[in-house]
């Protein structure tokens, strides 16, 4: 028997503006939704200008669920479309 933790594999993003790295940051954690960390805010300059920008991408961490299948084979066809397994173990 083969159980698979698996969580639904969504991220979303966000388009920042700020005058420092710590502006951006914190525009990024008020902008984080609920169940989602924030995995990547890439900072570019504006050309002309002090201001930086930045889009923030989030993924989602929660709703964690198992599944369970006679092979391993049998696990992968079983994970929903825009699921993704994270680990498998047997019993």
Not at 16 to 23: A, M
């Amino acid at each position: 028997m083969y159980i698979g933790t698996i969580r639904p594999d969504e991220t979303r993003t966000a388009d920042l503006t700020g005058n420092s790295l710590e502006e951006i940051h914190a525009a990024a954690v008020a902008q984080l939704p609920t169940g989602f960390e924030l995995v990547s805010a890439p900072v570019r300059m504006i050309k002309g200008s002090t201001a930086l920008t930045a889009t923030a991408t989030f993924r989602r961490v929660d709703g964690i669920r198992e599944v369970e299948a006679d092979t391993r084979d049998g696990l992968d066809t079983i994970v929903p479309a825009g699921w993704q397994l994270l680990t498998v173990r047997t019993v």
